[in-house]
């Protein structure tokens, strides 16, 4: 069975009564431009969510992209859906906690990103007002996470295996390689060649058909440890077609959108690992079950990345130090993405490949508040009726 909500450590002391919920929109540029199958970055709009009660914040960070590419979600719908929904329903009334929230939101359908926002802001929140770390208010046990890197689909082959070699050589323990039709098997097999013995994977975000079956099947002499979501993004048939006909074990990201999607997935064996992304699931009430569920199936886990600030990796983090995530995180060092973090000390990933879960209040990173307000664009705030 899984643990109810309530039991998961998250519920607020007392009743607490939110004050004031507030979303700033701020660009950083990223160090380098990021492809995917679905299209080329080279910044990346960064929607923080603070949340203020008894005089102390909470922080959390909606995920969504600018353009509806990864999902069907933007930066806009989380803005629209926060202000016009979520946000009043959350001032509305004192909540007992998570399993609250949860359900205060649950009468609203869909847009997981902009509720994610809203409930990591929250369990930091909770997480400061008990003094305590995020990763001890979410049940976390370890203290450091192994991560890996997510590489981009490059110009040339040789721009990509000098990425390849330069993160192994600062620590990475896993190399995930996006792949798209046309960047594919050849490109993998010139990886693997040089690196023998590392863990690869491969992430295709949904840019294959269940036709294209045998020849995806030609990555299986790779000795990847897994393919991430090769088919399309609102799939589970066609994908459980798939990894029956391939070795290579199927990890999905887009496809499971909820705890609920990730039952069905695992009933249906759509794939054999799941990516977690609190964003992606609905935040942490969905997360949290998903979790349990992966433990009691003996389902690999492993946190996935959106290319977040600092704030976004520090619940990713805290989050990844719960005991069922059992491969390493695309949680990636700040300088890996940015020039300069939004938090402080900024992400650093060790020798060891490595990074140490923070144990101080709530993210245990200190907010960059000077360089927050320079790169901030908009600012919205919703405040208590009455307040
Ligand atoms: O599919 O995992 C993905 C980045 C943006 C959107 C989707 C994905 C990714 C990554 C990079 O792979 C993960 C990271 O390092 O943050
Ligand atoms: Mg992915």
Known sequence: MLAPLTALNVAATAPLRLDRVELR?????????FETSFGSVDSRLIFLVRIEAEGVSGWGEVVAMEAPLFSYETAATARHVIRDFFAPALLADPLSGLDELAARLGVFRGHPMARAGLEQAFVD????????????????????????VSLGIAARREALLEQVERHLALGYQRIKLKIKP??????????????????????ANGAYRLADAEHLARLDAFDLLMLEQPLQHD?????????KSIATSICLDESLTGLRQTEQALELESCRIVNMKVGR??????????????????VPLWCGGMLESGVGRAHNLALAS???????????ASSRYFERDLIVPEVKVGADGTVAVPRGPGLGFDIDHDYVRARTEVVERFDRPGA
């Open 235 to 243: 799939d589970l048939l066609d994908h459980a077609t798939l990894q």
């Open 125 to 148: 929140l909770v997480a400061r007002l008990q003094e305590r770390s995020l990763s001890e208010v979410l049940g976390g046990s370890r203290d450091s996470v192994a991560v890996g």
């Open 182 to 203: 046309g960047w594919d098997v050849d490109v993998v097999e010139a990886v693997r060649r040089r690196h023998p013995g590392t863990l690869l994977s491969v992430d």
């Open 322 to 332: 719960l005991e069922g995530f059992v491969l390493p995180g695309d949680i990636s």
């Open 25 to 33: 929109l701020l660009r950083l540029p990223l160090v380098a431009p």
């Open 281 to 298: 699931v609905g935040g942490y009430s969905q997360a949290l079950p998903i979790h349990a569920l992966c433990r009691e199936r003996g």
